[in-house]
């Protein structure tokens, strides 16, 4: 992960490999991370839902590989458990003036603002903290949707929607997450299960299923059984 915080020898080492790891998770355990939407330039408060195990790594490898300067808010029993996140410039959720300088340094934050982990659907109850942050700051929230989902082929598919800038509004992020996941979630369900959804674009390709190797080669073979 990427960040612009004073980090001894040791901690900017155990940081690239920890975001080494993050980027061979995602990309060897996800088909792929689509993408709808631009990032505009930050900073900016990013608001995501929180409904999968993947979300965590997903956003900050997809912000990482687009050389953005950013920080992670974590719970703070989240960070408690995993401590070596803060080499990764991760902040706990108590601590709002750390990531209140993060965006006055110019770095974009990362939030969840349902505070964990819920069932995949609408928005859970949304803390205050992005938009409070956001305000004082006085940078956009972007909401963004994010949806990993099991379809027509052997892994998971990462599907990230980024929503236009808002203001310092709690209602009206929570209606745009909320409208963003019902319309991707519309998506995903027309969809045809075996192709990636149409209107996003591929960023971070992931592994081929087994069945998309076996009809590699079986195509391949088909091919060199004609030519003789």
């Known amino acids: 992960m990427s960040a612009a915080f004073r980090q001894r020898p040791w901690e900017a080492l155990l940081a690239s490999l920890l975001a080494a790891l993050f980027r061979r998770t995602v990309r060897r355990g996800l088909r792929g991370v689509w993408v709808q939407g631009e990032l505009p330039a930050g900073p900016w408060v990013l608001a995501a839902n929180h409904h999968s195990w993947w979300d965590a790594y997903v956003l900050p490898v997809l912000l990482d590989h687009w050389r953005v300067r950013f920080r992670i808010v974590v719970s703070d029993r989240r960070l408690a458990e995993f401590s070596f996140f803060r080499g990764l410039g991760a902040l706990e959720a108590s601590r709002v003036r750390q990531a209140l300088y993060a965006l006055w340094r ?89 192709e990636p959804l149409p209107g996003f674009r591929l960023v971070l390709p992931g592994r081929k299923s087994t069945h998309e190797r076996m009809a590699f080669w079986g195509l391949a073979l088909a091919r060199l059984t004609r030519e003789r």
Do not use: C, T
């Open 106 to 194: 110019k770095e974009a934050l990362i939030i969840f603002p349902e505070g964990e982990l819920h069932p995949p659907g609408r928005m859970g109850p949304l803390h205050r903290g992005a938009v409070w942050l956001a305000e004082r700051a006085r940078v956009p929230l972007l909401p963004v949707a994010v949806r990993v989902v099991l379809r027509g082929q052997e892994l998971p598919e990462a599907y990230v929607v980024f929503g236009e800038p808002l203001g310092a509004d709690l209602e009206g992020l929570e209606r745009s997450l909320n409208r963003m996941l019902s319309d991707l979630d519309g998506q995903i369900g027309m969809a045809a299960p075996e």
